[in-house]
């Protein structure tokens, strides 16, 4: 069963960056496309941006572009979200997730989520 496990979360001022890792046990992260998600207080979850298994990215979001980058590193079984340039309006907590091969329209594995939180 594959497993995901986010970590890299915490209080940043706005304008900082953050990198955030979504760690894979239990099954080999190559064969998996990866999305991170968001939710803020009192909102609906919202996509972010996803990685494919062979590397195709989605952007989910329009509020990020230019902003957050995703990338992942087979060898660690880890994909990153490098997000910088961060806003107050960029505060939730983030969760990955995971889909066979291809980013979304589902994802079957989520990882517990980590609170990100952009305030001065």
């Known amino acids: 069963q594959l497993q995901l496990v986010e970590s890299g979360g915490g209080l940043v001022q706005p304008g900082g960056s953050l990198r955030l890792s979504c760690a894979a046990s239990?099954?080999?992260?190559?064969?998996?496309?990866i999305g991170w998600f968001r939710q803020a207080p009192g909102k609906g979850r919202e996509g972010v941006l996803c990685?494919?298994?062979?590397?195709?990215?989605?952007n989910y979001a329009d509020s990020v572009k230019g902003r957050f980058t995703i990338s992942r590193d087979n060898a660690k079984n880890t994909v990153y979200l490098q997000m910088n340039s961060l806003k107050p309006e960029d505060t939730a907590v983030y969760y990955c997730?995971?889909?066979?091969?291809?980013?979304?329209?589902?994802?079957?594995?989520w990882g517990q989520g980590t609170q990100v939180t952009v305030s001065s």
């Open positions: 997730a995971a889909n066979l091969f291809v980013c979304g329209p589902s994802y079957n594995h």
């Open positions: 239990g099954r080999t992260l190559d064969l998996y496309a």
């Open positions: 990685i494919s298994n062979s590397g195709g990215i989605a």
